[in-house]
């Protein structure tokens, strides 16, 4: 009988490459894989994938939640009109708490009173990891895999409480220094789950020295490289075409999450000071509205276009067309200088050079291998002048593209999924 594998993901799995590949390999290796990841409005609540394991997705909306932050937001109003409302509403309350059948329903409106925005999405997130755990208990799994700090309280109640099964925890991020994550709490509930798993994994070696420090033992490691793509393939996406390029002007692109930390306003205030080129900036993101703005205020529209995110199995046809590929990261967190980016094998797998920061894990494999420059992330000048010099030689450009042709051998996930095999082995 062939093993069933529970994965849980924080996302609503659409562009996750590395939880796409985990499961894939675990699916060609004759494992039973459910994903169980995050509904959204615009796909479905299952699905068979051709790869050859199911996703699952729980609701990410709660009807009486609605209800209650609706209730508490027109409560707030009247409150705030006159002492007489103040009195009742107190008494409406009170009354109800003293009714078992309306105490929880009343506790909720008093907390979304007191912390509307907080308090719900403390009910959301809620809501939607105890539905991860029903669908987690819901089958015979042998074998739990919790994605980042967020699904190990899930992993942790069904392998661990209920199932008495084995669990893996793979750490995609540095949980305890990261951006958005900055309460201690993060680190003091990481401790307790990683003492209770049976693996965990994590991107890099640097990565994992980090944990052996905070929990006293090294995690398997497992980089993020991508599937094995030609880039002498014929271009299905001409990005020329689509954003009215001039032929003669090298495409200078992005590709990834429009974040904070992502060096994408110091690239932005770098366009000026570059020869020539067309900065393109491909993904999604909180600050990407910021950066239209910024673009519009500097008279940048024609030499900066953005696009929206891409399928991730398109993406490669539109990296092709690239000169040069950008991977920025700012020093603003240990997670971000201790990243080796997906999206920098991801050039590499396009044979597109890069301009990137000069961060340990980063900077070895630009270096090693000669595939691009290294640059002060934080220097729109330095940012200006790394390009410039990709620019004005266009014979070391070249170099470096064949230079990428043989990294790829090396940075690809034929190779580094042997150690997911080996994971799995301890374990199964």
Not at 131 to 137: C, L, N, P, S, Y
Not at 348 to 367: D, G, H, K, L, Y
Request: hydrophobic content about 40%.
């Amino acid at each position: 009988m062939n093993k069933r594998v529970c994965m849980f993901v924080w996302n609503h799995f659409t562009n996750d490459a590395r939880v796409m590949r985990e499961c894939s390999t675990l699916a060609e290796l004759g494992y039973d894989v459910d994903l169980i990841a995050i509904h959204s409005h615009s796909l479905p609540y299952e699905e068979m994938l051709p790869e050859g394991f199911k996703v699952i997705r729980v609701r990410n909306r709660f009807l009486y939640l609605n209800l209650i932050s609706g209730t508490a937001f027109h409560l707030k109003k009247i409150w705030n009109k006159h002492f007489v409302c103040k009195l009742l509403i107190c008494t409406v309350l009170a009354v109800g708490l003293f009714f078992f059948p309306l105490r929880m329903a009343m506790l909720l409106l008093m907390g979304s009173l007191m912390f509307p925005q907080k308090l719900r999405t403390a009910y959301l997130r809620m809501f939607i990891a105890l539905q991860m755990i029903a669908k987690g208990i819901s089958r015979k799994y042998d074998i739990y895999h919790s994605n980042d700090l967020n699904t190990l309280p899930q992993g942790y109640i069904c392998a661990r409480i209920l199932k008495k099964r084995k669990w893996i925890y793979d750490s995609h991020e540095v949980q305890t220094s990261r951006t958005g994550y900055n309460s201690p709490l993060y680190g003091i509930a990481e401790k307790f789950f990683v003492k209770q798993v049976d693996v965990m994994i994590t991107e890099n070696h640097t990565r994992a020295q980090y944990s052996e420090q905070l929990y006293g033992f090294y995690p398997k490691v497992l980089h993020n490289y991508p599937i094995p793509s030609k880039s002498e393939t014929k271009r299905k996406i001409d990005l020329y075409s689509m954003l009215n390029v001039p032929v003669d002007e090298p495409i200078l692109l992005y590709q990834g999450g429009i974040q904070i930390g992502r060096g994408l306003d110091k690239l932005i205030q770098a366009v000026p000071l570059m020869d020539r080129g067309v900065v393109v900036l491909i993904g999604d993101g909180r600050l990407k509205p910021d950066l239209v703005k910024m673009v519009a205020k500097m008279n940048l529209e024609d030499r900066v276009k953005f696009l929206p995110k891409v399928p991730l199995f398109d993406l490669h046809h539109y990296t092709q067309n690239a000169y040069l590929g950008f991977q920025l990261l700012n020093n603003i967190c240990f997670n971000h200088y201790s990243a080796s980016s997906n999206k920098l094998f991801e050039y590499i797998m396009s044979t597109v050079p890069v301009v990137a920061c000069s961060f340990p894990e980063i900077q070895r494999v630009v270096t090693e291998e000669e595939v691009g420059v290294c640059v002060d992330s934080h220097s729109p000048a330095s940012i200006a002048e790394g390009v410039n010099h990709l620019l004005r030689n266009p014979d070391e450009h070249k170099k470096m593209q064949l230079n990428c042709l043989q990294a790829r051998s090396t940075y690809n996930w034929l190779n580094e999924k042997e150690k997911l095999i080996e994971i799995y082995a301890l374990v199964s």
